[in-house]
Structures are given as structure tokens and as C-alpha cells.
């Protein structure tokens, strides 16, 4: 076992709180939900960036490159100043909803190069231009810019030409679980001379500012400063006293984490010292703003550092809970640093031991690293929110009625992975099912514990919904998460030998109810065909499926029954599992047996006319429009909602039906004695390899048409994986007119045109890693059944037959090589930016973008998502067993 292991494992039993720290700090806080008291919840605008430095947050805190403790009592990051810009560099900018014209979009340049499950060793990389940053320019080139045209991005102002910036390296190792080493490394690309102020801030989430209670305030003072060494005392009274140690002769300044209300509202102020203080201490020269007394709840020590051309300068602190360390930057900082990092290596070499090229670990190793930075402390309680803070104005009537509203029971207080933590920095349901599969490599535990908060009270609501986004926690995502449980358990199982069947239990119990309020409310007319809505693909269909449609009445949804279908068959699966101990599962895994055959019977039309979502003549799936006087016809649109049904699939395995008669028994009537609900479908009737059986809505038949398109070039099948619409809507383009108004669907390789769900995503074609990697899975379950006889053409067309297992192996490849360099050192994803493809202090930082363009892979959307697109780390590690299981 590692050290990072006996670490984890600490932390686990509770013998050291090695979590107590982390990377939990988001990376924006203004313009959130939790943050907008606004009467019509425009979140954006009620609280701006320009607000930020000046306003104490109520919900959370932002900072570059920080930390914080699990409840977010005390914070550390770092601040900027280059001499140049009209601010502090304190947090990372971007574009709101409104202002950019593909939505939201950080307009900063960061990396997140490594970390660990306890964070023990952390490594975060920031490049800061040397020249006044453009804010304005930023904002005001993309409000010109119209849906049809590219981003304005940060590196087109020409800001970083001639390298006149500086990378900033933000690394902690952590001697003890409470004892934090931190080295902050200034590295001037410039070809001259430059000075940076260098900041490192501590400071107090204000909690104090909101209640009328007398609640004990925290506190920031110093505690010794001579001329080796200054050192900070940070009290506050339910988190043990902590000391930050500063090295050299840095200038100490203190403020208070308190709104600047003279400047925002033009209110007077209860103390001179402010949130921003320290801001216009330094930038603006006004220096009364900072506490002569050296005391308040926001600490700076400010380093002026003199950089030459290509020279290197480093600055060190140590966060600890020990009081007067006689050498905290001695010969022990060195030897646990270098012991930390080494220590890092052995954990991901041991979670990966295979043959891989360098480049391919180092993009798995970045993966990791972008997962754990995601996480954040999520503090949003909703009663609280609607009501009002005793300190605060009484909020307008009508919050009681909108957002959130029917959510009164959420009290989230937890630390959780998030989408992006600048772009989405809030929880989101079904991103959360796919950030568990590579985060169960590594640390099974917190992927756990995701899935349970999930499932909690305080966050599933009591009629079995769970909760979507904080923008509104009452829209539908794909039901996952069953089949994310089940990934868990597995992965576990394989990595580190433990089958925790006591947490599979406890989650299958929660989404039972789940399950229920899916069947109630989202089965309309009780006929096994589901309408959904939204479900997380955005702008997949013509309309959106969020809102009453144009047409009015309802969409029968091929994805939205596709999922309850998989849905049921996860369900069963983990009810098997289950039964093997207990009994009583056999009969609950009969239920979700009978109930996918009604779905899957639905779903194929089989004895009912009027539902046709599968179409014999394109050989295709496709949702279908009920329109009020029962008229139905189906929307022809070519897109993931027809390869979906692919994911609804599942392999029983000879030994499980020989263990469990019960459940076997009761499959055998099904298949005696219902002929009508299984003759069309894969159920069991035929062993396949290894005896094993098969459940799917797709059987050969429906599979090779459904594959056929799939794997064909001009369709869905990219260089770099499935697109998301297929090709053949760029010249045949889906229109459907309404009312005198036309709605259509074309092939959009790269960012949205339109202003649907905010026009920052786009479902219609480009390649998004969460279905991939499900329909590469699928065609490994397909695999394990059909084996090697069953070969389908890939690519449509080449005239080259492939098993299904060697399609699964070939998908997986071309997601891959999305991030990888090819022969001439290009990497996809950073598309035509000439700068990350060939300067060499750029070509090796990865992102995780959000999605990917439909025809070269370029990188698109929120470029931080490693969520769901750190999918990638498992992906190469597949890959890298399967061509090791090759080579034997």
C-alpha cells in the first residue's frame, strides 16, 4: 500500500483528518444563485465581477489557486499586481451569460497540473500578462461579436506576444494532515525586467455580517515578525488556531472581509476597513485602507519581487497548527516536499502500472489532477435563502414563489465535484454520475460519498426527485445514476479489492424513490413512453424540452424512454447483486425485469400503432410529437436521442441465474408465457458466449441499422469520436414550421447559433465525452455476448469488419487522440492556437474542455469541465489494459 493509501485510509477511519484541507476554494462565487437576492433571478447582474472585490459573499468564497478547510472557515489564495491593471488580481475573470456571444466564458489562462485524493501534494500553474489585463476590451469585442461568429479569446488580444507574462506556480505539500508547506514560484517569460507584487492572502468566509446574534468574530493578527520570519495568528472559534508563517521581509497587511458599502451603494461604511482595502491600498495609493493595527479577518503579505528576462524567484509560507516552529522553511521543508512529490508519483504509478507513452500519462496525470481541484465547498440553504438574513433587507415577496421554491428542505453543506469551477461552480446531478467513474480510481471513498449525498434528504426531494442545478433544481436529467452506483462498486472492486455492497445497498434503497417519481410523473399517459424534457442535452431537439412546446401537447422522447429503460436494467443489476446475500432482492429484481420488458415492448411499437419511435424505413430511433387532438408524427432529426437506445443493455452472467433460481425461475414464465412483450427485443431467450444472457432494447437486427449510421463517417462517426448530430443535417438540414414560425436543426460542429439554454453549450454535433464513453460501453457489453462472430463494417463503407469489442477499442482511441500530440506535435483539442500548439511552456498543459468540434476535435465550451470530460483518465487506462491483454 502507498503512502497516499495509508493516508486515504487514515482519513477514512477517522484517525487523521488528512481532507480537512483541500483544494475546496471555488474559482468564482459572484454570479451565482446563492449569491442573487435580485427580485427576478437575474444572478449575473446582481452581482458582477466588478462587484466582487468589494462585496462580502454570504454563500462561499473565490480565489486563484486556493484553499480552504471543509467548511470554508478560512481561506488562502493568492493576489496579483503587475503595476499595470486597475485592480488586484485576486480571482479569475470572464464574460457573464449576457455579455459573451457563446454565454458565460472564463477569459483567463490556469492549470491545474497535479494533486492527490488528500492533497498532500498540489500543483496549480497561472499566466499573468505583464500588461494592463483587458477587461474592457474583452467584454466589449465579444458583445460586437454575434451567435455566428468565434469567441474573443484572451491570447487574441495580443497580450501575451513576445511571452510578457508571468507563469506562477502554486504548490502545497502537506507535512501533516493541519501542517501545509506552500511554495509560490514566479518565473518572468518576458524578454526584460519586471516587477510583480505577489500577495498571498488569508482570510475568514464572512459569517458574521448575516444574523443579528452576537456570534464571536474571527480573527487575523500578528503574532512575531522580525527580519527572517512574520507570522499570522488565525483564530476563530469552532476551528482550532492556526499560524501562517511568512519567510523573508514581506509588507503585512490587514483589512476586514466586510462590504464596501460607501462604494457599491453609496452608503456609509461601519469600519474603514473594507473587503477591498488592501485594493486600494496598493493600486490606488490610499493608505489609510488597511488597519495600522494589524489586525482584521483579511490578511496579505505583500512580496515586491524584481523578476529579471527568464528568471525564477520563489517565495515560501507554511499554514500549520503548530505555534512556534523554530525553522519552518528548514532542511524538514525540503525533505517533505521532496518526499510529498515522490509520494505522488507512487499513488498514480500504482493506479496505473501499464505500458503507456509519456505523453498518454501525462494527460491521464492532468485528468486526475483536474478532478480533484474540482472540488469546492457547496454551502446553499434554501429556507435561509428565501426568507433572508436577520441582517440583512427583507427579500422581495415573489422569491418565495420562484426559483427553487418547492426546494425548502435543501441544506447543503458538503464538499462536492464540480462541472467547472469557474464556469459551473455548483453541483449538477447527472455531470456528478460521470465525475465518480474516474474519481472511484482513485479515491473510491469520496466518489461514494457523492452518490450518497445525492441521495440524502437534504438534497433528494421527499417526492424522489433529485435535485438538477442550482439555476433551477427542479429540471430532469437522465436517471444515471443507478448505473453510476454499479460503476463505483466495480472499480473499487477491481482496484483495491473491496466489494462495498453496504454502500450499494443504501443507494439502491434511495433511488427506489427515484425510480418512483420517474414512473409517476414522467409517464404521461401510463403507456411506458417517457417525456422527460430537458434531460441534460440542451439544444439536442427542435424545440426546447424544458418549456410547453409551440405545437402544444407533449414529445414522446426516444432518450427520455432509452433511460428509464437502462434505467431498469442498472436497477436489476444491482438488484442481483444484492440477492446474492439477500433473497428478498430476487423479487425486486423480478420487478425491474418485468418493468424494462413493458418499456422496451413501448419503445418498439410492438402491438400499438400509434407509438413508433423506432422507424423501420431509416432504421432509426426518433422522438415522436403527440400533438392535442392525438396526432402523431415523428421529429426526423438524426441525433444522439436515436443512440441512446443503444445504452439500454445489460449481460447476466450464467452463474448469477444458477445462484438465485428464484429470479431465474420467474424470467422463464416472462419468456413462456409473454411472447408478445419479448419477441422483439434481446431477453434472454438465447445464450450467448460463455452462456451468458442478454437484455436490450436493440437486438442484431435493429443493432447493425442503428450502427450502420453510427460508425458512418458522413453521419455520427468523427476522427475523434460520436458526434452528437449527425453530418447529414449540414445539407439536409430538419425544418418544421409552426404557426408561420420555422424550427430547424443543423449540423453544428462547433458553438451554438442560437440562444437555447443560454447558447453556451451545443448538443448539435459536436463530441461529448459522457455519451461517448456510454456507447463505448455498450458495445463492450454487446461484445461480451455476441463475441467474434458478430462483426458490423467500421467505417461504414471501408469495407474493414471489426467485432464490436474492436469498434469499442477504436472509439476509445479516437477519443484519445483528441488530447494527444500527433506526428507534427499538434495537439486537437487546442485547435488552431498557434501559441499552446507550439510554445513549449504551453504544449503540454492540457484542458479539459467541455466539448469537442464535431470535425477536428478543437476544444469548445467551458474549457475547465474535466468532470465529465476527465472520463479521459479511465478511457486511457482501458485502453492501455486492453493493448497490454493484446501483447500476451
Same mark, same amino acid.
Given at each position: 500500500m502507498t503512502q497516499e493509501e495509508l493516508r486515504l485510509a487514515a482519513d477514512r477511519d477517522r484517525t487523521a483528518y488528512w481532507k480537512r484541507w483541500g483544494s475546496y476554494l471555488s474559482e468564482r462565487q459572484w454570479g451565482t444563485v446563492r449569491e442573487d437576492y435580485s427580485p427576478d433571478g437575474t444572478a449575473w447582474e446582481f452581482f458582477p465581477h466588478d462587484h466582487a472585490r468589494s462585496r462580502a459573499y454570504r454563500w462561499g468564497e473565490?480565489?486563484?489557486?486556493? $484553499?480552504?478547510?471543509?467548511?470554508?472557515?478560512?481561506?488562502?489564495? $493568492?493576489?496579483?499586481?503587475?503595476?499595470?491593471?486597475? $485592480?488586484?488580481?485576486?480571482?479569475?475573470?470572464?464574460?457573464?451569460?449576457?455579455?459573451?456571444?457563446?454565454?458565460? *466564458?472564463?477569459?483567463?489562462?490556469?492549470?491545474?497540473?497535479?494533486?492527490?485524493?488528500?492533497?498532500?501534494?498540489?500543483?496549480?500553474?497561472?499566466?499573468?500578462?505583464?500588461?494592463?489585463?483587458? @477587461?474592457?476590451?474583452?467584454?466589449?469585442?465579444?458583445?460586437?461579436?454575434?451567435?455566428?461568429?468565434?469567441?474573443?479569446?484572451?491570447?487574441?488580444?495580443?497580450?501575451? *506576444?513576445?511571452?510578457? @507574462?508571468?507563469?506562477?506556480?502554486?504548490? @502545497?505539500?502537506?507535512?501533516?494532515?493541519? *501542517?501545509?508547506?506552500?511554495? $509560490?514560484?514566479?518565473?518572468?517569460?518576458?524578454?526584460?525586467?519586471?516587477?510583480?507584487? &505577489?500577495?498571498?492572502?488569508?482570510?475568514?468566509?464572512?459569517?458574521?455580517?448575516w444574523t443579528d446574534s452576537q456570534e464571536e468574530k474571527p480573527w487575523l493578527k500578528i503574532s512575531q515578525s522580525n527580519s527572517q520570519l512574520s507570522t499570522i495568528e488565525a483564530y476563530h472559534p469552532s476551528l482550532e488556531t492556526r499560524w501562517l508563517y511568512c519567510n523573508e521581509t514581506p509588507e503585512l497587511l490587514?483589512?476586514?472581509?466586510?462590504?464596501?458599502?460607501?462604494?457599491?451603494?453609496?452608503?456609509?461604511?461601519?469600519?474603514?476597513?473594507?473587503?477591498?482595502?488592501?485594493?486600494?491600498?496598493?493600486?490606488?495609493?490610499?493608505?489609510?485602507?488597511?488597519?495600522?493595527?494589524?489586525?482584521?479577518?483579511?490578511?496579505?503579505?505583500? @512580496?515586491?519581487?524584481?523578476?529579471?528576462?527568464?528568471?525564477?524567484?520563489?517565495?515560501? &509560507?507554511? &499554514?500549520?497548527?503548530?505555534? *512556534?516552529?523554530?525553522?519552518?522553511?528548514?532542511?524538514?521543508?525540503?525533505?517533505?516536499?521532496q518526499q510529498r512529490q515522490r509520494e505522488a508519483d507512487e499513488f498514480y504509478q500504482r493506479i496505473c502500472p501499464l505500458p503507456m507513452s509519456e505523453d498518454k500519462r501525462n494527460v491521464q496525470r492532468q485528468a486526475f489532477a483536474g478532478m480533484l481541484w474540482s472540488k469546492q465547498f457547496y454551502y446553499y440553504v434554501i429556507e435561509e435563502w428565501l426568507k433572508g438574513d436577520p441582517a440583512g433587507p427583507v427579500p422581495p415577496t415573489s422569491r418565495l414563489s420562484g426559483r427553487n421554491h418547492e426546494w425548502f428542505h435543501v441544506f447543503n453543506d458538503d464538499i462536492i465535484s464540480m462541472p467547472d469551477k469557474w464556469e459551473y461552480p455548483w453541483f449538477a446531478a447527472w455531470d456528478l454520475a460521470f465525475h465518480v467513474i474516474p474519481l472511484s480510481m482513485i479515491d473510491p471513498e469520496f466518489a461514494k460519498l457523492q452518490l450518497s449525498r445525492l441521495t440524502r434528504e437534504w438534497y433528494m426531494h421527499p417526492n424522489g426527485q433529485l435535485p438538477a442545478y442550482e439555476w433551477a433544481f427542479g429540471d430532469v436529467n437522465p436517471p444515471v445514476h443507478a448505473w453510476a452506483a454499479w460503476q463505483v462498486y466495480q472499480i473499487e472492486q477491481k482496484i483495491y479489492g473491496h466489494a462495498d455492497k453496504k454502500f450499494l445497498e443504501s443507494v439502491f434503497q434511495k433511488l427506489l424513490l427515484n425510480f418512483t417519481w420517474w414512473v409517476n410523473r414522467k409517464d404521461l399517459e401510463g403507456r411506458n413512453i417517457f417525456q422527460g424534457g430537458f434531460l441534460g442535452m440542451d439544444n439536442i431537439g427542435v424545440f426546447d424540452r424544458s418549456v410547453q412546446l409551440p405545437t402544444g401537447g407533449y414529445l414522446q422522447q426516444a432518450d427520455g424512454t432509452s433511460w428509464m429503460a437502462m434505467y431498469c436494467l442498472n436497477m436489476l443489476t444491482i438488484a442481483l447483486e444484492l440477492a446474492k446475500d439477500n433473497s428478498t432482492y430476487e423479487d425486486i429484481a423480478s420487478k425491474f425485469f418485468e418493468h424494462f420488458l413493458y418499456i422496451a415492448d413501448a419503445m418498439n411499437g410492438v402491438g400499438d400503432a400509434e407509438i413508433a419511435l423506432w422507424d423501420e424505413d431509416d432504421g432509426f430511433y426518433y422522438d415522436a410529437l403527440h400533438s392535442p387532438d392525438g396526432h402523431q408524427f415523428p421529429m426526423k432529426v438524426r441525433s444522439l436521442v436515436g443512440l441512446i437506445p443503444l445504452c439500454a443493455v445489460s449481460i447476466l452472467e450464467s452463474?448469477?441465474?444458477?445462484? &438465485?433460481?428464484g429470479f431465474h425461475q420467474r424470467t422463464q414464465w416472462f419468456l413462456q408465457n409473454r411472447h408478445d412483450l419479448t419477441r422483439n427485443i434481446a431477453c434472454m431467450h438465447t445464450q450467448g458466449m460463455g452462456e451468458r444472457r442478454l437484455l436490450a432494447i436493440v437486438y442484431p437486427d435493429k443493432l447493425r441499422r442503428i450502427l450502420e449510421k453510427m460508425l458512418d463517417a458522413t453521419e455520427f462517426f468523427s476522427p475523434y469520436g460520436i458526434r452528437s448530430v449527425s453530418k447529414v443535417h449540414a445539407s439536409h438540414p430538419y425544418v418544421l414550421k409552426v404557426d408561420g414560425q420555422e424550427h430547424r436543426v443543423d449540423y453544428e460542429p462547433a458553438e451554438s447559433t442560437t440562444g437555447m439554454f443560454g447558447g453556451n453549450s451545443n448538443w448539435r454535433g459536436p463530441i461529448w465525452f459522457p455519451i461517448n464513453y456510454l456507447l463505448l460501453e455498450s458495445l463492450q457489453k454487446f461484445y461480451s455476448y455476441f463475441g467474434d462472430d458478430f462483426k458490423v463494417e467500421c467505417p461504414t463503407g471501408s469495407g474493414q469488419m471489426m467485432t464490436l469489442k474492436e469498434v469499442s477499442i477504436a472509439l476509445g482511441e479516437r477519443l484519445i487522440e483528441i488530447f494527444l500530440a500527433d506526428a507534427s506535435g499538434q495537439r486537437p483539442f487546442y485547435g488552431g492556437t498557434e501559441k499552446f500548439q507550439t510554445d513549449p511552456n504551453w504544449r503540454n498543459l492540457i484542458l479539459f474542455n467541455e466539448y469537442f468540434h464535431g470535425d477536428n476535435g478543437a476544444g469548445i465550451g467551458a474549457s475547465h469541465q474535466t468532470g465529465w470530460t476527465g472520463l479521459i483518465a479511465k478511457l486511457i487506462q482501458e485502453c492501455s489494459e486492453q493493448a497490454l491483454s493484446d501483447d500476451i
Open positions: 473565490d480565489g486563484i489557486a486556493g $484553499i480552504s478547510d471543509n467548511h470554508q472557515r478560512l481561506c488562502f489564495a $493568492i493576489a496579483l499586481w503587475n503595476g499595470e491593471d486597475a $485592480i488586484l488580481k485576486e480571482r479569475l475573470f470572464g464574460l457573464t451569460g449576457n455579455q459573451g456571444n457563446h454565454g458565460e *466564458d472564463v477569459k483567463e489562462y490556469y492549470f491545474y497540473l497535479d494533486n492527490t485524493p488528500t492533497h498532500s501534494y498540489m500543483k496549480y500553474l497561472y499566466k499573468y500578462p505583464q500588461a494592463a489585463f483587458p @477587461y474592457n476590451q474583452l467584454v466589449e469585442e465579444n458583445r460586437r461579436r454575434d451567435r455566428q461568429s468565434p469567441e474573443f479569446e484572451l491570447i487574441n488580444t495580443g497580450i501575451f *506576444d513576445q511571452d510578457r @507574462y508571468f507563469d506562477v506556480f502554486v504548490e @502545497y505539500a502537506k507535512a501533516s494532515a493541519d *501542517d501545509i508547506l506552500i511554495e $509560490i514560484s514566479v518565473i518572468n517569460r518576458g524578454p526584460e525586467a519586471k516587477t510583480l507584487h &505577489l500577495l498571498p492572502t488569508l482570510w475568514f468566509r464572512n459569517t458574521w455580517s490587514f483589512t476586514e472581509n466586510e462590504t464596501n458599502n460607501q462604494r457599491l451603494f453609496g452608503v456609509n461604511n461601519t469600519s474603514p476597513y473594507v473587503k477591498d482595502g488592501i485594493n486600494n491600498y496598493l493600486v490606488n495609493g490610499q493608505k489609510t485602507d488597511v488597519n495600522p493595527n494589524r489586525i482584521g479577518t483579511k490578511f496579505a503579505a505583500r @512580496y515586491e519581487l524584481n523578476i529579471g528576462a527568464g528568471e525564477t524567484k520563489k517565495i515560501r &509560507l507554511r &499554514l500549520s497548527d503548530a505555534q *512556534d516552529l523554530t525553522a519552518p522553511f528548514g532542511t524538514e521543508f525540503d525533505t517533505v516536499w452463474e448469477t441465474l444458477d445462484r &438465485l433460481p
